[in-house]
């Protein structure tokens, strides 16, 4: 699937076999990643204590491992559509392994001695620098071996992962963290890391190709209503439209990864086994509905439609938590249960499209622009997860909770303008429909 790919029409018995070994494989990849950089700030209050810093210091090491990603999502998805999904993901995965090895051998506090918040930042950045192959690369490679009309589908399961890993992030590290310290922490996602590196090298291969001129890479059907695959996504204002989208709703979903912990034990007053339900029933939900999202749009080819609904129903989602949170001031029994369960819904709503959205990226650029384009999306998630974090602390001492779910509430709405409108007739639509 390198630089030498050209567009053509998958082998459909090959593809029907063997496709769903890819898509397994980009699922593992983007959730062993997700476990890093959605679980590690489920243990914000072990690393405070930890490490000896505030909420400004947590702010600023969990934001630097979002502008790694942010940084690097593009460098590696145009090299991803130059040397294939295949290397460049190997690459990715083993590297990020080894810079979570480092972390766990040279970065972790020992009772009263912690490293400083300086070598703990500068590892994050790492992780996220060499994990930011992850995303482009596995993404293309679904594309590659999957048709239109199934797509949406395969996407939103391969987007599954990040909350699927995230939830399992949020279920073991806040343990793991406690009982063992931060050295099980890195070096079990190291661990999953490599794990998965070796299914990319049984199973991510080219797929089988037969050659048919002018029509999409593994489908069978003509070009259509999408951007002629010789143009860069770089030049496209509808992928930036999409991608820019993307990055604003991001906000509040990050804002829930970041800091609901923080919120659920300052405020709310909650335990760990408390606020780790949480966080697993907000990933596992965003899992769910993922998933039926995918398949709900390839049905009905309303990927657009379905993306700025979702930015109206997490604005309300997110005003009302904001709502609830100024009217009690606290949170004691019951009304920790209220905001909790506001947060899983607000948190799913806020990630429910985003194999929605991946879709609509790489549908318009081309499989053989693929890489870029969700580059792009992900330059912008995660230039806001570098954002989010450091943005709250400040805005938390200035004001309060409420004043945080109202803004990542208004960040939600602002996605709605920016979100390219759907069209009346696409052709790849009308086709999802038949």
Not at 88 to 116: E, I, K, Q, R, W
Not at 226 to 240: F, I, K, N, T, Y
Not at 241 to 261: D, E, S
Request: glycine share 12%.
């Amino acid at each position: 699937m390198g630089k030498g790919f050209q567009a053509a029409g998958v082998a459909s018995g090959v593809s029907g076999n063997h496709r769903w070994k890819v898509l397994g494989v980009g699922f593992a990849a983007n959730a062993s990643f997700s476990a890093a950089f959605s679980g590690i700030p489920t243990t914000a209050i072990f690393l405070r204590h930890g490490y000896h810093i505030g909420n400004g210091g947590l702010g600023l090491v969990l934001g630097m491992l979002g502008l790694g990603i942010a940084v690097s999502e593009l460098p590696w998805g145009v090299l991803t559509d130059r040397w294939g999904d295949r290397r460049v993901l190997l690459l990715g995965l083993l590297s990020t392994a080894a810079a979570l090895a480092v972390m766990a051998a040279f970065v972790v506090p020992h009772g009263d001695n912690a490293p400083g918040i300086v070598p703990l930042a500068l590892g994050l950045l790492g992780v996220g620098l060499l994990g930011g192959s992850v995303n482009g690369s596995s993404g293309r490679a679904v594309m590659a071996w999957f048709r239109e009309g199934e797509r949406g589908l395969a996407m939103s399961i391969r987007q599954t992962a990040v909350p699927a890993g995230g939830g399992l992030g949020a279920l073991a590290l806040p343990s793991l963290a406690a009982h063992f310290g931060f050295v099980a922490v890195y070096g079990v996602l190291a661990a999953l890391c490599v794990a998965t590196a070796w299914f990319a090298w049984r199973w991510l291969h080219e797929p089988p190709v037969v050659v048919s001129a002018g029509r999409n890479a593994t489908d069978g059907h003509e070009h259509a209503a999408l951007a002629p695959e010789s143009a860069s996504p770089l030049r496209d204002v509808g992928v930036w439209r999409v991608a820019l989208g993307i990055g604003v709703l991001c906000v509040p979903q990050l804002a829930v990864v970041t800091f609901a912990t923080v919120f659920l034990h300052d405020f709310g007053h909650a335990g760990v086994f408390e606020i780790s339900a949480t966080m697993a029933a907000v990933q596992t939900g965003a899992a769910v509905a993922r998933v039926w999202s995918g398949r709900w749009t390839d049905r009905r080819g309303n990927r657009r439609q379905y993306m700025r609904a979702c930015s109206v129903l997490t604005a309300l989602l997110f005003a009302a938590l904001a709502l609830i949170a100024a009217g009690t001031g606290g949170a004691h029994g019951v009304i920790t249960l209220v905001i909790a369960t506001m947060v899983v819904l607000g948190g799913v709503s806020a990630s429910a499209w985003h194999g929605v959205a991946y879709t609509e990226l790489a549908t318009l650029a081309g499989t053989r622009r693929a890489g870029t384009a969700l580059a792009m999306g992900n330059t912008c998630a995660f230039m806001t997860l570098f954002v989010t974090p450091l943005a709250i602390p400040p805005l938390l001492a200035a004001t309060s909770w409420p004043a945080v779910w109202a803004i990542a509430s208004l960040c939600a709405l602002l996605a709605l303008p920016v979100f390219p409108k759907p069209l009346r007739t696409t052709r790849y639509a009308s086709r999802a429909r038949a």
